[in-house]
């Protein structure tokens, strides 16, 4: 008999083939959990509690190492490694909820001319007779070049078969949807009340957020937001190629849930617009490399092993019924071109909105996420480059890190006379764990307030129950028990700070070699521009005291928000910038931080707060060594596998 799993509080049950993981079980019955690693059993975030723990497998490897002795004797487990082999009852604690996620749709505004490639006209086309019996599709043809000047349009199969009953029941006066005046992707009765409407997405690895809009006008009727459905694969794109890699079904289950997320997002837009999604005619659609190879089906795993190669770099035309997204049949859905290695369409978009590549000075721009885009120069020719910066910042590996949702703490100050903490959470509830932000927050105000030294390390010797010695080494308390959701202290552990470490020297590293890649000094930037969700909630001085940013002045930093999401809107409504997209990728030039040949000495430098000159800290760097920092290059530090550099 196939064994039963009851989920509490949600109340659901469900029957599952014996030895599923309690993860698939929670995936396959809707069940929100939070899942970073995709199933490897390294990120320790899908926290259960089981009832019964007769049913289940012995305790893996991966939970003995991630859950204390007393999480594993009240019945703890990881759903991603425990297998479920007869009836069991699963609890999903508050802890291990996503939560209601804060997404970023807004971007900065962008002039475009407005010259969409979908455009309406009406016709009125020769009836037919027993002196003149052309065929209907010649007819509507021949119209269309003596009114129009149109030649040689390819008319969709759908139309083909819609056009006989729709010239008779409009009397021979219908309306032509074209796309790019080179096919007729539909026809209908002449009316003014059905639209010419296109959407444009965003597919972040972490989030998605869609825009609709009229195409005759370029307004935006509606904004929707969801998490990629992809994440209970993983957190990051290189667990989710892992996955394909290790179960190449996984490709197909992967693409079908992009898929998905774009129709949920094109459904929701059209409700909120009360817009028919069969009048949606064009999307386009950005995102890194692998999100855009995954959409198309595409075995995206090149991408992750040297040269780095992807499948196709040129933008993409395919009608969306051959995708299955599930706007007009015959539209058209437009995938922007991509750089290289991980800079994919979606840092063009971001180069387009921000218009970096227009600038006369040199700029610099950066899209901070699990993989983090940096673009540097002017209209003199641009480089890319994408830093594998972790997901830390979206709250992995952090021992209370989660994303930013409902009790995530957001904002954090600690006084540096009495080391209070105070904070802000998100919708204002009681904590239960730090978002990026903070997370950035309290590595810097724990670097001002003399709690930690610039290597990183949290100082012993201080006399204030804030910092104290934890199970894995210093710790710094933000919130007790008695203000918490979770019935715990939240801290910042020693172990936090050195995966803070790694993912901001990252970020340093890829700037630092981008900008001499393209022969500009800090105090030669005009702008910096900061792109996506991230960017725009975390405070750029705290950023810039642990060096994650260039050190510039604030006069200079300009927060964009989604500009991703902006640039796609541009293309969505532009023929004329998606020209310029190809423009841009024609500009850029591409570097690869894993065979750049100041990696390694850049690396290391930038582990210290803010970053350091190693030659002047010869005591520091030996303290870095030997608290077990691992030195990586980016393509270990994508496959999280990282290894120790030997002399």
Known sequence: ??????????????????????????????????????????????????????????????????????????????????????????????????????????????????????????????????????????????????????????????????????????????????????????????????????????????????YLMELKTGKLLSTVSLMNPQTPFGNDVISRIACIMKRPEALRELEDLLVTGVNQILNEACEKAAVSSNHVYETTIVGNTAMHHLLLGINPKFVTLSPYVPVIQNSVDIEASKLGIAAHSAGNVHLLPIVAGFVGADCIADILASEVYRSLKPSFMIDVGTNTEIVVGSREGLVACSCASGPAFEGAHIKY????????????????????????????????????????????????????????????????????????????????????????????????????????????????????RAGVARENLEKVFIAGAFGTYVDPASAKAIGMYPDVSFEKIIQIGNAAGTGARMALLSKKARKTAWKIRNMVKYVELAADPDFREEYISALFFPHADLDQFPETMGALKKDGLHIASRHETLLSKLKKLRK
């Open 401 to 516: 890190g989660m994303r930013a949702a409902t009790g995530a703490i957001e904002k954090i100050w600690i006084d540096p006379n009495t080391l209070e903490p105070n904070y802000l959470v998100i919708d204002e509830d009681r904590p239960r764990g730090i978002c990026g932000s903070a997370i950035v927050d309290v590595v810097a105000e724990m670097l001002k307030a003399g709690v930690m030294d610039t290597s990183g390390k949290i100082l012993s010797g201080i006399d204030n129950p804030r910092v104290r010695q934890g199970p894995n080494g210093q710790e710094f308390v933000i919130a007790y028990q008695q203000e918490t959701s979770i019935g715990e202290d939240i801290v910042v552990t020693q172990l936090d700070v050195r995966e803070v470490q790694k993912a901001k020297a990252a970020i340093y590293t890829g700037a630092s070699i981008a900008m001499k």
């Open 1 to 210: 008999m196939s064994p039963q799993v009851t989920f509490q509080p949600d109340g659901k049950r469900s029957t599952l083939a014996p030895a599923t993981t309690i993860l698939e079980a929670c995936i396959s019955s809707g069940i929100d959990v939070t899942s970073v690693c995709g199933g490897s059993g390294s990120c320790g975030k899908c926290k259960v509690i089981i009832r019964n723990m007769d049913c289940l497998n012995a305790p893996a490897e991966a939970e003995m190492k991630l859950l204390s002795k007393k999480e594993l004797e009240l019945g703890y487990r990881l759903a991603c490694v425990t297998r479920i082999r007869g009836n069991v009852t699963v609890l999903i604690p508050d802890s291990s909820r996503k939560g209601r996620q804060r997404l970023q749709t807004e971007g900065i505004k962008t002039r475009i001319k407005l010259k969409p490639l979908v455009t309406k006209v009406s016709i009125k086309i020769p009836k037919p007779s027993l002196e003149d019996q052309g065929a209907d599709a010649e007819r509507l043809q021949s119209a269309l070049k003596i009114q129009y000047n149109l030649d040689n349009l390819e008319i969709a199969y759908d139309s083909l078969k819609k056009l006989p009953i729709v010239l008779r029941e409009g009397d021979w006066t219908i309306d032509v949807t074209l796309w790019d005046g080179r096919k007729i992707i539909d026809v209908g009765p002449h009316t003014t009340a059905n639209g010419v409407y296109g959407l444009a997405v965003d597919i972040g690895t972490t989030k998605m957020a869609g």
